[in-house]
């Protein structure tokens, strides 16, 4: 792996820079459902008054901001949501936790920022949410203007240019409460691939624009109209163990596409674990995979979803390889782009897009690859 940002040797693999969210990459291959959400300590997190999520723009060059309103505009037309957007101009600068939702672009002084993010991160989403509730009441979304080179591309000319509302799209689902649909470089289902929250991107890539059907499962899952069919968990077995990864077959009721399962001790000190992959066999039964690398053995609770406001749990015990080492909340625990900062009482969560180089690969020729 080569970490690389703008006038730091960057590489092109087929016409195309790469840039990588995650370092975790899964061992299991199926037909999945992988919408994964943001939560602790057994909660997700969402906004309360979804219909009116407020947001400013601060420092954002004018050519960009039209591409920022359709990568909102995008979350909001998926059909069954409940969400709506108000946008203003600000020249206050922004800060965490300061009950309003900043997008900044960020010229100079990128790795003096307070949170002190990477100069190869080319974009990191901030929120703040409560243990109690799960409510969002802060975030904000900084953009790396000091070492990438930002655009809205609309032609292969502009290969080289990090596309605006491509990554606006997908920094906008952290806002939102998603985490990423997969985690792993060469994933198998194309799907969780092609969704707006894969962990990948490409300098020049313009598809993920737009929220894909697993990024669709994941809104609607926080934000459907209308009221969804409460889940219940009868009972929860492991069937298959390789390393960190475990298997669990589970019973229960009002299963579905839409469905978020996930372990926890409801703690802050404990992140969760977030099924990522799982494979709904009937409204009745749902296969779970679960990533245990920070996930401690002991007596927890295993809890589904529809909707955040309903949540069902299943008392059980689980034995790990856990490394103990970690501690502290993080986004679907785990989540590939999170800065690794542990979250404080306010439950401050970062989030970032980071540019890494594999040799020998590009996101074209991976595409081919499983197409």
Request: with cysteine; glycine share 8%; proline share 4%.
């Amino acid at each position: 792996m080569i970490l690389m940002g703008k006038g730091e040797g960057q590489r092109s693999f087929g016409g195309k820079r790469l840039f990588m969210i995650g370092f975790f990459a899964l061992i299991f291959h199926t037909n999945v459902e992988a919408f994964t959400l943001i939560t602790n300590a057994g909660k997700p997190a969402y906004w309360t008054d979804s219909q009116h999520i407020s947001y400013e723009l601060y420092n954002v060059p004018s050519a960009f901001v039209s591409s920022l309103e359709e990568s909102f505009n995008v979350w909001a037309e998926i059909g069954g949501v409940n969400l709506g957007f108000d946008k203003a101009n600000s020249s206050v600068e922004p800060q965490s936790r300061d009950g309003r939702n900043s997008i900044a672009w960020v010229d100079t002084g990128w790795r003096e920022l307070a949170f002190s993010p990477p100069p190869n991160a080319l974009a990191v989403t901030l929120s703040s949410f409560s243990s109690s509730s799960g409510q969002v009441v802060d975030a904000d979304i900084y953009f790396n203007s000091e070492f990438f080179d930002w655009g809205v591309v609309e032609s292969e000319d502009d290969y080289d240019l990090v596309d605006v509302q491509n990554i606006a799209t997908h920094e906008i689902g952290h806002l939102l409460g998603l985490d990423h649909s997969s985690e792993d470089f060469f994933e198998s289902e194309f799907n969780l691939y092609e969704a707006t929250m894969y962990y990948a991107s490409g300098s020049g890539e313009t598809f993920r624009r737009v929220p894909k059907i697993d990024d669709e499962y994941g809104a609607l899952n926080l934000y459907a109209i209308s009221s969804q069919p409460v889940p219940s968990l009868n009972s929860a077995e492991l069937v298959e163990e390789d390393g960190y990864q475990q298997v669990y077959r589970v019973l229960g009721d009002n299963f579905s596409e839409g469905t978020s399962f996930l372990l926890t001790y409801g703690s802050n000190a404990v992140s969760d674990a977030v099924a990522r992959y799982r494979t709904v066999i009937s409204p009745t039964e749902a296969e779970l995979i679960f990533d245990m690398r920070y996930f401690p053995s002991g007596d927890v609770s295993l809890v589904a979803f529809n909707d955040p406001s309903h949540l069902a749990s299943y008392l059980m015990t689980v034995t790990t390889q856990s490394d103990s080492s970690f501690s502290g909340a993080e986004s679907g625990g785990g989540g590939g782009c999170s800065l690794q900062m542990a979250a404080s009482s306010s439950n401050f969560i970062p989030f970032g897009l980071l540019l890494i180089g594999l040799l020998g690969m590009s996101l074209r020729s991976r595409s081919r690859q499983t197409s």
